[in-house]
Each structure stands twice: as structure tokens, then as C-alpha cells.
């Protein structure tokens, strides 16, 4: 295989996310990325979170090494509401 560089390769799994029917979404600070992980976890969960909820799920993802974090990718997370007894599952 071919070297290519780093620049290449991202422009080509670009390339193929657009085609597969995923968005581009330009991130220009810290602010930008929290309202699109906001957005997508939203339209996921088929759900809206409060500041307070999302920092509460900020919170969870922060926690652990590398490793820990990746499982916590990969679990559900509860989200409780302060305004109601109900819970929302964070997929």
C-alpha cells in the first residue's frame, strides 16, 4: 500500500462519511463541539437536555483513563431530571 499522508487519508474518510449520508460540521472552539455533541445526542435519543444535564453528562464522560472512557462510550447512561422523577436513557 501506498504511503499517503495524514491530510490525504482524512480528506478521504471525509469524502466517504458525506457519502454515506453523515454531514460535515466545522468545529472552531470547545464551544462549537458541546453544542454539536448536544445536537447529535438530542436527535439520537430523541431527547432535549438541559445545561445542567449535559453538564452532568460532560461530567461522566470525563471520568477514567482512556480505557474507562471507552467504556463508558459504550454504556447507557441515565440522566435524571432535577424537575421530575422521570429518568431519560442516554444512549
Known amino acids: 500500500m501506498p504511503h499517503q499522508y495524514d491530510a490525504i487519508l482524512e480528506n478521504n474518510l ?8 453523515y454531514q ?4 472552531m472552539d470547545g464551544d462549537v463541539l458541546v453544542l454539536n455533541l448536544k445536537t447529535q445526542l438530542e436527535a439520537f435519543n ?5 445545561d445542567k444535564e449535559l ?9 477514567g483513563n482512556v480505557f474507562e ?4 462510550l459504550r ?13 431519560k436513557n442516554l444512549r
Open 69 to 72: 472512557k471507552d467504556k463508558t
Open 46 to 50: 430523541k431527547a432535549s437536555y438541559t
Open 14 to 21: 471525509i469524502k466517504q462519511l458525506i457519502g454515506l449520508g
Open 24 to 27: 460535515s460540521v466545522k468545529v
Open 75 to 87: 454504556d447507557r447512561f441515565r440522566v435524571l431530571s432535577h424537575l421530575s422523577i422521570l429518568a
Open 55 to 63: 453538564d452532568g453528562i460532560l461530567n461522566h464522560l470525563a471520568k
